[in-house]
């Protein structure tokens, strides 16, 4: 039976920090379990591939919710990564921290070590931006942030000039001084190529002996005895296999599975594992709950000027931008489709931006329900107009569908479940008009198509708002961390409640959901539980 100082499970976001880092000095041997494959995907490496990525059973999960209320009725979507490198191989790499404030939120919450001037070392410990460091960004990490300045669509210069006109400023780094404001948005990318956690990290940590990656490994359940995690039982290639743990066992599943492997290792709420028929052995009754995501809804216009439809739409256009990629790595294909947007104020009591918004010169009425074929855009010019509100106050839950692990779990977002957020979504919605009207983009708007102008009242902006808005794919908060054991899962340094041996480090440990996109503070997460481990390590 193989033996390891640290078993983790999932070489996503946070897991792929960690085996690199807890193997970086040589002391620890690392065993990394990914239930999915290689990166090594023409549709992950090309940054607008993850239109494909999103739909390709091979890497990615795609779960589905169960119906939502809130949604009439509707299930939702949910690509989560199944491949090395989890979501930042799927996802749209938007490079986003979140608010100053939204950390201090955290260490407000009961969680020390987890404020702003905290966090902020760690971020830029991992971070390579192409403009340099400087007091807020990293020069030397391993993720490496591109600008994208001289390749954006020209239409994004009428978005931010629109939004300046609606009264809101210009902001060259959302990821600096504060987040307020419209401008560009850097992505998680490099001389063309994707930079996933696998591409960071991986690259480095599969180099070393004291390093193993199992892949297409299914963990089916941790090994507890006598109240302390010794290990993983996992699925490979039809057979069950068992890795032991010497010190931790570590689980980087995600927000969707790390709450999963929980209750099907007994850690859940008892009753609940009990009807799935499982043993509870450590009663935990908030693993699977507090789940948040951020919910978002596109207003579509059709352009007088060409957008990226043209460039994308014919066969030529498709082959003209295949050779320029390939020959330059340049173009519309070594992008983000999200290209513009900003974090705003979306009424003036508002003490924070608690509005971001998305521009893509790009738009697909035609496609498939709950698609976006990015490579097969409308045949006229089109382009979005997008936003989420920051900080929903929802919460939903996961919990098994059944007993056995290679069952989907149940996914139960309870969207819109608050006024608050319902408020949110119409003052969103009536935001998105505000934009359009401004006379940048009224110059080049030649009718707005979705929702359409018959939709104008509180009543039928909401229920556009039911029939349309759907996840970001952000889901965070299933394990928690926080001070109550009865509330939460894990304690400030990501250690499970009631278990030796045994951490979750990942997005599903955020007391709160992030303001904004939330691959890069999961990749935060992943340092900071790297440091604390480390420290408790040499500490024992």
């Known amino acids: 039976m193989a033996e390891f100082d640290f078993v983790i499970v999932g070489a996503g976001s946070a897991g792929a ?47 589905h919710t169960e119906p939502d209320p809130g949604l009439n009725g509707r299930s939702g979507y949910w690509p989560r990564g199944k491949v090395l490198g989890g979501s930042s191989s799927i ?9 100053h404030a939204d950390f201090e939120d955290w260490k407000a919450m009961g969680n020390p070590g987890w404020g702003w001037d905290d966090v902020l070392p760690l971020f830029k410990r991992s971070e390579c931006n192409e403009g340099g460091a400087d007091d807020y960004r990293g020069g030397n990490g391993p993720l490496h942030v591109s600008s994208t300045d001289k390749s954006v669509h020209p239409l994004c210069g009428n978005f931010i000039e629109a939004c300046e006109q609606a009264g809101f400023s210009r902001n060259p780094d959302f990821n600096g001084r504060t987040q307020e404001g419209v401008g560009l948005y850097q992505i998680t990318a490099r001389d063309g190529f994707r930079m996933s956690t696998a591409r960071a990290y991986l690259s480095r940590a599969r180099k070393r002996r004291n390093v193993c990656i199992e892949t297409k490994a299914h963990t089916t359940r941790v090994l507890l005895e006598d109240g302390r995690a010794t290990g993983i039982v996992y699925r490979q290639q039809g057979a069950e296999k068992t890795v032991r743990a010497r010190r931790e066992v570590i689980l980087s599943a995600g927000a ?7 209750m099907l290792s007994g850690i859940g709420d008892g009753e609940e594992l009990r009807a ?36 994308l739409y014919p066969w030529w256009g498709k082959l003209a931008q295949g050779i320029r990629y390939v020959l330059t790595r340049s173009g519309p294909l070594s992008l983000s489709v999200n290209q513009a947007g900003g974090f705003v104020k979306g009424n003036p009591k508002a003490e924070r931006p608690n509005i971001q918004l998305y521009f893509s010169p790009v738009s697909y009425t035609r496609a498939p329900k709950g698609k976006r074929p990015l490579m097969n855009p409308d045949p006229f010019p089109g382009f979005l107009l997008g936003f989420q509100p920051t900080r929903p106050t929802s919460r939903g839950h996961i919990c098994l569908r059944s007993g056995h692990p290679f069952d989907p779990p149940e996914i139960h977002p309870n969207s819109l479940s608050t006024n608050r957020d319902l408020s949110e979504m119409i003052e969103g919605s009536r935001l998105m008009r505000r934009i359009a009207a401004s006379p940048a983009l009224q110059s080049v708007i030649d009718e707005e198509i979705m929702p ?23 889901p965070v908060s299933t394990c928690r961390m926080g001070p109550d054991a009865a509330e939460n899962v894990v304690d400030a340094r990501l250690k499970v409640y009631g278990i030796d041996g045994l951490r979750v480090v990942d997005a599903s440990i955020f007391p709160t959901v992030t303001s904004g996109n939330t691959n890069a503070p999961a990749i935060m997460v992943g340092e900071k539980g790297s440091d604390m481990i480390l420290q408790d390590t040499r500490a024992a």
Request: proline share 6%; hydrophobic share 35%; aromatic share 10%.
């Open 452 to 474: 359409g102008p018959a939709i104008q009242s509180d009543e039928q902006m909401l229920e556009d708002v039911r029939n349309r808005c759907s996840t970001i794919f952000h």
């Open 91 to 99: 996802n749209a790499m938007v490079y986003i921290r979140g608010q």
């Open 17 to 63: 920090v960690l085996a690199d880092r807890l193997s970086e000095d040589g002391k620890y041997t690392v065993c990394l379990l990914e239930a999915g494959g290689s990166d090594l995907n023409f549709w992950i490496w090309m940054p607008i591939g993850y239109g494909k990525a999103f739909y390709n059973k091979s890497i990615n999960w795609m779960y």
């Open 256 to 262: 969707v599975n790390s709450p999963q492997l929980l």
């Open 276 to 311: 799935k028929g499982i043993p509870p052995l450590v009663h935990r009754p908030a693993v699977g709950k507090n789940l948040q995501d951020h919910l978002g809804l596109d207003y579509l216009y059709r352009s007088k000027v060409p957008t990226l439809n043209q460039q």
